[in-house]
């Protein structure tokens, strides 16, 4: 690739052109020690501010081209996903510099949603052999499907990083994403009429949004190209109209052969473009010791 960054590899994704590889040197997260330590967690979540101070130490390390090259990526139809992460996991890289690093990363394309499952600015789950939650988040040996974020709060969703803190005891549970363009069967159901009709769209008790909202599951971007807001658990279809439509539109996207399925390393950090990037997680194989722990934030771009 044509981006180079002084303390950065940045290479092709190796299943898919459209998603950008970035490894972060030994030397750069040495460098990040330092200013990640000025603050613990609770100043980042009580205080906004404090995460655009950890973003700018990031982004400095770069000459501020690290920033440039992450927003030209999310935004970019022909790419909009980028990996990135520590090239080497050391000691000095636990859960709490994980939140950071991430934190950092998200303030240099927008500004992060209030996550109302976790009451802050960013949510942390496990995944384990036992599950009694109402979310096919933590079910660990069902696969989810592919879908977008945010599609039951009223908060625009432009982007998601999912960052994978901890695993232990773990087989299969891949990263499945699908980007629209490559969807065998994006215009057949973009152009049916009822996927521009307003559906409801409610969530589970576990995500502590206490109301619904109504929007279409197909939408256009400012040249016509299709966008889509989806996801299986939560959309209440009216009529049979819609649930016929859902039912097409679920198979027909579990179905896909251009799904990319993709191991991540602990410390990986996936960031998408929540618009034309639906993403999903394989099943895993069964184990009494299974434990994942994930990071997500989601938010909007900077309006500058």
Same mark, same amino acid.
């Given at each position: ?83 990135? &992460?520590?090239?080497?996991?050391? @000691?000095? +890289? /636990?859960?709490?510099?994980?939140? =950071?690093?991430?934190?950092?990363? $998200?303030? !240099? ?113 400012? &040249?016509?190209?299709?966008?889509? @807001?989806? +996801? /299986?658990?939560?959309?209440?279809? =009216?009529?049979?109209?819609?649930? $016929?439509? !859902? ?58």
């Amino acid at each position: 690739m044509k981006n180079e960054i002084e303390g950065f590899d940045i290479n092709q994704h190796e299943k898919s052109s459209r998603i950008v590889n970035i490894d972060i040197s030994d030397e750069i997260i040495n460098k990040l020690i330092f200013p990640f330590n000025k603050f613990d967690l609770t100043a980042l979540e009580y205080k906004p501010f404090t995460r655009f101070t950890i973003a700018k130490s990031f982004d400095d390390l770069s000459n501020n081209k690290l920033s440039k090259l992450l927003n030209e990526i999310i935004k970019d139809r022909a790419t909009g996903c980028f990996i990135i &992460k520590p090239k080497n996991i050391t @000691s000095k +890289i /636990d859960d709490i510099f994980l939140v =950071k690093l991430s934190t950092a990363i $998200v303030h !240099l394309i927008g500004k992060p949603n209030h996550d109302a499952m976790a009451g802050k600015y960013y949510a942390r789950f496990h995944v384990k052999h036992e599950d009694k939650s109402d979310s096919y988040l933590r079910k660990a040996y069902t696969n989810m499907d592919l879908h977008t974020d945010g599609t039951y709060v009223k908060e625009k969703t432009d982007w998601l990083l999912m960052s994978k803190i901890e695993e232990k005891n773990v087989q299969g549970g891949e990263t499945a994403m699908l980007h629209l363009d490559d969807w065998e069967h994006c215009q057949e159901l973009y152009n049916d009429p009822v996927a521009k009709e307003d559906f409801i769209w409610g969530s589970p008790k576990s995500k502590n949004v206490g109301y619904k909202v109504e929007h279409p599951v197909f939408s256009s971007d400012e &040249k016509g190209r299709a966008q889509i @807001s989806y +996801i /299986d658990q939560f959309p209440e279809p =009216k009529n049979m109209k819609q649930g $016929v439509f !859902l039912q097409k539109l679920s198979d027909s996207l579990e179905e896909s052969s251009n799904k990319v399925i993709t191991e991540l390393p602990v410390g990986s950090a996936v960031v998408a473009n929540n618009y034309f990037w639906l993403h999903g997680r394989k099943p895993f194989k069964e184990n009494k010791e299974l434990s994942r722990e994930l990071l997500r934030i989601r938010g909007s771009f900077f309006i500058n």
